[in-house]
């Protein structure tokens, strides 16, 4: 039994914001029917059988004692024969049980993880489509817990609370038809008796779920002190706050304590009061029964037997109820969990209307002839990484078909213009302003500008993380939006500030730029980039694993393998996001010299802190609240003596 | 392990022997049940005496009543016991934390320390509720309804004590086979959060060089792997519902064939019949109890061994016996310091540093990341210790003072800012509780604070979000410096705390420095030259090494270093 993994309680909050629908519903039961209709049909027959089975097991009593042990004490007589056949006959069907809750549970690991690993999978596979905004506007931590808690509480619906709800409603039908059957007068009693078991339950269980609220409430607190206070333990040590921390904490944490045990205390009370319950029933019914029996002269009726298998049913038929009742709330939370679930597949995927993509073309002379990527690969490779023999070289196209039914091919050249474009992310507070530029092939353009200037964002419309509210954005004259998202993302670059690295090798990262790379390819990257020495300088060389995005290196190691990654590709447009700007100068230097390498013959977007790796671009935009105020080259806005200028002499702050 | 965690017990001792013992009361009633109504069936029913079905009745309803309070009360000792024994361990968990030197702290990762102190202590605290409550309740029952059965008939009774080391054989069999299955299991799990986690944090990665195909196919793998494995497990554990139902029903139909016969011969009543088969279930669930507490009990190790790697760890520095209680002055003296982080030699962080620096002088440092500053500062208030040599404050050992005394009088910003959810006023007063308000306006006129902080609708009562989030990254470390301000220190440190001021603003803190504090010490690491040029002197740390000391001047004619720095900075200025 997998334990759940911190799975939360369940919490009322929840419930009212994913109210349980009947889409939800229909959602999950296509996951769970999908490719396991016959399976199911089975594991259904093998509830039925195994619930007739236990509810067989209680008559069993009764049979044993009215219908062999009194006959036999009656007769005085020592034929077990008619005993032994009947209890083969039961064994055999005590047998069929067995079977049916053997095959039941081993389908029902096969259904319940098929299913989970479906809605994992698909839930992967559509968050691979989600547009950048998604990410932007989701704490991390909660897109996480859909893979983790939600799936979980899935798990405990689907391969427990499912089949135990069907086996507990046929155990309790069957029960039922068994004790109407046995005697009704004793039914009417254990009905009672359940139904005033439901109603106190219903009030312990309301008490506890408002105090399991109080708890998550002071746990949510305690744990984000604990955060805030680790976090800053640094600090705490640098002041000799440890005392007040402390005070403040044992505050924080006697009230999580007095609450947790409140919680505690009536889902603890729960399980003896129901049980006992349970047993007053069964008191109560001895008690009416030899009441009935023997004062009321029903001997006939209710029989020894018929208390006996009677004690036995009403235990039956009240664990099921009591069971039903916990397994409501289990599904409640699956319900809840599937909910956020299903709210993720739901989002909308970035939309994706272009054709125009990127092929591989052979270049002769003028003309451009489509050729297969192998053919462009190897003619690279046997001519030591350059694309041209003179005559014959081979370059990235544009392949545009046209409406009129006709191809057309232009070369990649890395002409990027911005023609009147605004933008906002959220339709209304404007971020970006009437921006225009222009990028020729091979320029460096930088952008420059306090946090929040729209620095970033104009990059972002670049690559169409986001879409540009009006305007024109053409690339090599083909307006972007008409380019397959996937091709003009191949033909983009991208180093930003925060590195990003995969859990692998050093070498398995740098070819995340170029799957197809060789290792050669790979490690010439690295030369270029200047990442070459010290990678060779790690343990392991290029087969050195990073771990927990290469935390094993320093901020400039990974913001250069970052680079190398970007060499890889070999794009004809970069953007460079703040790449150097948690790198020290000298070491930027050396960052540098690898970004010169990088840069060359290629069209660079740059977005810098420190103005020093801006200065030889050739043109740099100042941009104030999305708008582009300043605009030229480092010397010519020296002399405008503006906005660029103090930033420059540093008479104004950047963040 | 486990002592030293049950140590953390404490005010809880009581409540956590009562539930057990209040537990093993509730069993002895439930185990009494069958009994009497045995006897009320055989004496009672079928001999048609009402008076004894009342007599036997009223006992058996006051045996549950009985059951049924001590069930409660050990339900409340037991949730009292748990919620007290986890509020302990957090309290004795945080004390340790507070007491933790920079290394301790560096040993564990903050996320570890975090997840210790909450995830963890939530597990342990269920299966130490599990255990007082169930663990104890299992094995009672078990020896109680097999004594109580013998009791009944020991011809019968046998049968069960049959059966039972069948069915526990059993359990423990499939356990042993799924057990590292789930471990394994579990391993993939972490596989798999990573790759969403990393996926999640750098979609941008992932999206602008297209590898959403590439992705999916690393997460398929994946969650194939655990799909298979936990199929295997799972398959394994569920083999328990069948091995249950199986001996219960060969056990009942064992009694009922040898019974029927006792019965029938006159050694049995049906009564004593009846109350076998209750005993059966008793037996076998609390058999069936103890397996799936053992499960939780080993998945909670793992939660139990990570609480006492913190417990266990030893904080490195400690306040030395007869601790100096004051500082004379703010001279700081770095003899012959060797230092590493590491405790082996060769991997030297700092190497041979000797350095002498008068009170009250200013004393900038520039130098590359990595080449040690940060590690060369942090041994002046003790946050770390030397690994040979020693560092003196006021003509003293650091290690001879006592360690709020010491990091009372050294004030340092740190590199890493942290500013808490809180008022300014709230975060100022970290530097000071019994500050004024015109001690915090003072610090903050100094730290250039003031201005941008009256500006604030709130003022000085603006509330700070969790990591200073709502300011921006100058102001908040115009904030940090104002705070260590407060705290009137002989010794100020700032380690690059300027980064994201301006120049002019920069310039104007410094002035401050030498108008308003000129007796204190001040050490300023910054990557900008011009946050140091004007100070006393200027050391230049490479590699671990003083690389040269000297005025701007000096160095800007004579350190190759600090001229490559400063052309960095200038490259193109003032051509």
């Known amino acids: 039994m997998p334990p759940p993994r911190g799975a939360r309680p369940m919490n009322r909050e929840d419930l009212k914001k994913n109210p349980i629908s009947k889409d939800l519903i229909k959602k999950l039961l296509s996951y769970l029917t999908g490719k ?32 062999y042990i009194q006959p036999l004490l009656i007769d005085g007589s020592k034929d077990f024969s008619g005993l032994a056949r009947w209890v083969r006959t039961v064994a055999i069907l005590f047998g069929f049980g067995v079977l049916a809750n053997l095959f039941q549970g081993q389908i029902m690991v096969l259904i319940s993880n098929n299913v989970l690993r479906n809605v994992r999978d698909d839930m992967f596979i559509h968050m691979q489509k989600l547009p950048i905004s998604y990410f932007d506007t989701h704490a991390h931590g909660d897109v996480m817990s859909h893979y983790t808690n939600d799936v979980d509480t899935l798990r405990q619906m689907i391969s427990q609370s499912f089949p135990q709800m069907i086996s507990s409603a046929i155990t309790i039908v069957a029960t039922l038809a068994g004790m109407i059957y046995t005697s009704w007068h004793l039914t009417i009693v254990v009905l009672a008796g359940t139904f005033a078991m439901i109603i106190l339950m219903g009030k312990i269980g309301g008490k506890s779920a408002t105090y399991f609220v109080k708890q998550q409430a002071s746990l949510g607190d305690v744990n984000g002190y604990i955060e805030e206070m680790v976090n800053g333990q640094k600090v705490v040590k640098v002041f000799t706050y440890e005392e007040r921390a402390k005070k403040a904490f044992d505050k924080k944490n006697e009230e999580l304590c007095s609450n947790a045990t409140s919680a505690n205390i009536f889902a603890n009370i729960l399980m003896p009061i129901m049980g006992n319950i349970g047993n007053v029933l069964y008191v109560l019914v001895a008690f009416i029964g030899g009441f009935l029996a023997i004062e009321c002269g029903l001997d006939d009726v209710i029989t020894l037997g018929v208390i006996g298998s009677f004690l036995q049913l009403t235990k039956a038929f009240v664990m099921p109820v009591s069971q039903v009742s916990q397994q409501m709330n289990a599904i409640i939370m699956a319900m809840a969990g599937a909910g956020r679930i299903f709210k993720l597949m739901d989002e909308k995927p970035e939309e994706d209307d272009g054709y125009v993509t990127l092929v591989h073309c052979k270049k002769e002379g003028d003309s451009l002839t489509e050729v297969p990527e192998e053919e462009a690969l190897s003619f690279k490779r046997a001519h030591g990484g350059k694309e041209s023999d003179g005559t014959t070289s081979y370059v990235w196209a544009w392949k545009h078909p046209h409406q009129d039914g006709t191809l057309t091919y232009a070369e990649v050249k890395g002409d990027v213009r911005l023609f009147d474009v605004d933008f906002s992310y959220d339709g209304k507070k404007q971020v970006l302003y009437d921006i225009s530029l222009y990028a020729k092939p091979g320029q460096k353009i930088a952008f420059v500008g306090a946090t929040g200037a729209g620095k970033t964002t104009i990059t972002n419309l670049i690559n169409r993380f986001y879409d540009i509210a009006d305007g024109k954005i053409r690339y090599d004259d083909i307006n ?88 890889v590709a070999d794009p004809p447009v970069m953007i460079l996001d703040e790449a150097t700007s948690s790198i020290d100068t000298r070491t930027e230097a050396i960052v540098q010299r690898g970004m010169d390498a990088l840069m060359e013959n290629r069209t660079v977007f740059v977005i810098a802190h420190r103005l020093s790796t801006v200065q030889n671009s050739k043109a740099i935009m100042v941009l104030e609240n999305g708008h582009i105020i300043e605009r030229g080259d480092h010397q010519s806005l020296i002399a405008e003596k503006g906005k660029y200028y103090q930033l420059y002499t540093g008479a104004f702050e950047l963040e | 392990m486990i002592r030293k965690l049950l140590k953390s017990v404490r005010e809880y001792k009581k409540p956590s022997i009562l539930s057990p013992v209040l537990v093993s009361c509730e069993v002895v009633m439930e185990v009494l049940m069958p009994l009497l109504m045995s006897k009320l069936i055989d004496n009672g029913i079928d001999k048609g005496n009402m008076n004894y079905v009342w007599v036997m009745g009223s006992l058996l309803l006051v045996c549950m009543f009985i059951s049924m309070a001590f069930g409660a009360l050990s339900g409340r000792e037991a949730a009292k016991a748990s919620a007290g024994f986890a509020k302990n361990l957090r309290h004795d968990m945080f004390h340790k934390l507070q007491s933790f030197s920079f290394s301790n702290i560096d040993k564990f990762k903050t996320s570890s320390i975090i997840t210790r102190l909450t995830t963890d202590v939530t597990n342990v605290q269920n299966a130490y509720q599990m255990v007082i409550r169930i663990a104890v309740r299992a094995p009672i029952m078990l020896i109680f309804a097999m004594c109580a059965s013998f009791y009944v008939n020991a011809k019968v009774a046998l049968i069960l004590l049959g059966i039972a080391p069948i069915l526990l054989l059993g359990l423990i069999i499939v356990f042993r086979y799924a057990h590292p299955i789930f471990v394994r299991m579990f391993k993939r799990f972490d596989l798999m959060n990573n790759v969403v986690q990393e996926n999640v944090r750098g979609i941008r990665v992932v999206k602008s060089f297209v590898r959403e195909d590439h992705e999916i196919e690393k997460f398929t793998t994946v969650s194939k792997n655990i ?11 569920n083999l328990n519902g069948p091995l249950m139902m199986a001996c219960v029903y060969s056990a009942m ?138 560092v003196k404050v006021g003509g003293r050992d650091v290690r001879s003072y006592d360690l709020d005394v010491i990091r009372d009088n050294v004030a340092m910003v740190l590199q890493k800012n942290v500013l808490f959810s809180g008022t300014i006023k709230e975060n100022l007063r970290w530097g000071n509780p019994d500050a004024t308000d015109e001690e915090m306006i003072e610090a903050c006129k100094i730290a250039q604070a003031d201005s941008f902080i009256s500006a604030f609708p709130d003022g000085y009562d603006t509330y700070i979000e969790q990591g200073g989030s709502n300011v921006s990254g100058g102001q908040k470390q115009r904030l940090c410096i104002a705070r260590a301000l407060l705290k009137k220190p002989k010794i100020l440190i700032l380690d690059d705390s300027t980064s994201a001021v301006d120049t002019a603003t920069d310039a104007q803190i410094q002035k401050g420095f030498s108008e308003f504090i000129p007796g204190t010490t001040k050490l300023i690491i910054a990557q900008r030259i011009s946050s140091v040029e004007n100070a006393d002197r200027i050391i230049v740390i490479d590699n671990g090494e003083i690389n040269a000391i000297g005025t701007h001047e000096e160095l800007m004619e004579k350190n190759e270093i600090y001229k490559e720095v400063y052309a960095s900075q200038k490259k193109g200025g003032d051509q």
């Open chain 1, 36 to 67: 396991h209709k016959v399976l199911l049909g089975v594991v259904f027959v093998c509830i039925v059988v195994t619930s007739v089975t236990s509810v067989l097991g209680n008559m069993f009593i009764r049979n044993l004692i009215d219908d």
């Open chain 1, 480 to 567: 972007i939006n008409k380019i397959k998202k996937a091709d003009l993302r191949h033909s983009l670059g991208i180093v930003l500030q925060d590195t990003n690295l995969f859990t692998g090798s050093v070498m398995e990262n740098i070819r995340y730029g170029n799957l197809k790379a060789t290792d050669e390819e790979c490690i010439e990257a690295a030369k270029l980039a200047n990442a070459h020495d010290f990678i060779s300088k790690l343990p392991q060389g290029y087969d050195t694993v990073l771990t927990s995005n290469g935390a094993e290196l320093s901020q400039g190691q990974r913001q250069l393998i970052a680079i190398a990654r970007a060499a």
């Open chain 2, 253 to 390: 139909l064992l009694i009922s064939w040898v019974g029927a016969r006792l019965v029938v011969s006159g050694d049995m009543k049906t009564g004593e019949l009846t109350s076998m088969f209750s005993y059966t279930m008793q037996i076998l669930m609390s058999l069936m109890m103890v397996s799936m507490i053992i499960v939780m009990l080993v998945i909670s190790r793992t939660s139990a061994e990570r609480i006492s790697e913190i417990l266990d760890e030893e904080p490195d520095i400690t306040n030395p016996e007869n601790p100096v209680m004051e500082v004379k002055d703010g001279s700081i003296d770095f003899e012959h310091v060797y230092f590493s982080y590491a405790k082996k030699k060769e991997k030297s962080c700092l190497s041979d540093l000797d350095l002498h620096i008068k009170s009250g002088e200013t004393i900038g440092i520039i130098g590359g990341t990595g080449s040690g500053k940060s590690s060369f500062v942090q041994l002046i208030p003790r946050l770390y210790d030397v690994t040979d040599g020693c």
């Open chain 2, 227 to 237: 799909r298979n494995d936990s199929v295997k497990a799972e398959r394994a554990i």
